[in-house]
């Protein structure tokens, strides 16, 4: 991503989106985050602006898209998306709003146990969603919803998702690298800096891979 570009964060006081916030703005970027809480976004930083909303309200997309480079998606509502699509609906609103205001660059987030559109799980990953990670069911349908419909009906445009696989807050563990085979087990740290990498890899759009740590962190 080119220097000081405005980048839309949507989960921004999420626990990926707090570290993608901070690694935005140390890198020189503008960071425009939606919060439904704009106290959770922690204290105001040179770059940072924050506007209260929930996706879930009437927002006013095309004002908060002026200006914007790229939107990053870092949402998740596990509660609400056991009964409820929210990703998806709020999805489908803010793509046209993309296309109205000619904002082109979208990296979606989603998780490992996620299947990509139109793709079944790995036998292993399917067998830990329905086991220990039961609980995130509706929250992996919702962003299984979100692709089908980014590579359905959104192909012009150039999004990106990252199937992460995530367990711990913890230091970083090296340096994550787009994947179809086995994912990695990143830290939230680690996957928000792979995603602001994610928005300079041309290679990546179109595509909802899942990352791995590099073997030579120097390579
Ligand atoms: N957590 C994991 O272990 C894990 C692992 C792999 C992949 N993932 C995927 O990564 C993505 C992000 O996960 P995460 O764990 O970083 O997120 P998280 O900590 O659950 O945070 C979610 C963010 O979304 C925001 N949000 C939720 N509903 C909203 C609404 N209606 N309007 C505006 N903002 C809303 C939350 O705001 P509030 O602060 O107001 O709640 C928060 O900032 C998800 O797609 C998830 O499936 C997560």
């Given at each position: 991503m080119p220097q000081q570009r405005t980048v839309l964060v949507l989960?921004?006081?999420?626990q990926t989106g707090r570290h993608l916030t901070s690694l935005a703005l140390e890198a020189g970027h503008r960071v425009r985050a939606l919060a439904?809480?704009?106290?959770?976004?922690g204290p105001s930083r040179p770059g940072l602006e924050v506007r209260r909303g929930s996706i879930t309200d009437e927002l006013d997309l095309d004002g908060l898209l002026d200006g914007v480079d790229a939107v990053v998606s870092l949402l998740g509502d596990v509660q609400a998306q056991r009964t409820r699509q929210v990703n998806t609906g709020f999805v489908r609103r803010l793509v046209p709003a993309m296309r109205r205001t000619g904002v082109r660059r979208f990296l979606y987030q989603a998780g490992a146990l996620s299947a990509p559109p139109h793709q079944r799980l790995s036998p292993v990953l399917w067998a830990i969603r329905n086991t220990v990670?039961?609980?995130y069911d509706g929250q992996h349908r919702d962003n299984e919803a979100v692709m089908r419909y980014l590579a359905d009906e959104a192909m012009d445009l150039e999004w990106t998702v990252h199937r992460a696989g995530i367990g711990s807050d913890g230091p970083s563990k090296g340096v994550l690298e787009r994947t179809q085979g086995t994912p990695g087990i990143g830290t939230f740290g680690d996957c928000a800096a792979y995603d602001l990498r994610l928005l300079d890899?041309?290679?990546?759009?179109h595509t909802c891979d899942l990352s791995a740590y590099r073997k030579n962190p120097l390579g």
């Open positions: 989960g921004a006081t999420g439904r809480t704009p106290a959770k976004a990670a039961r609980s890899d041309a290679d990546a759009v």
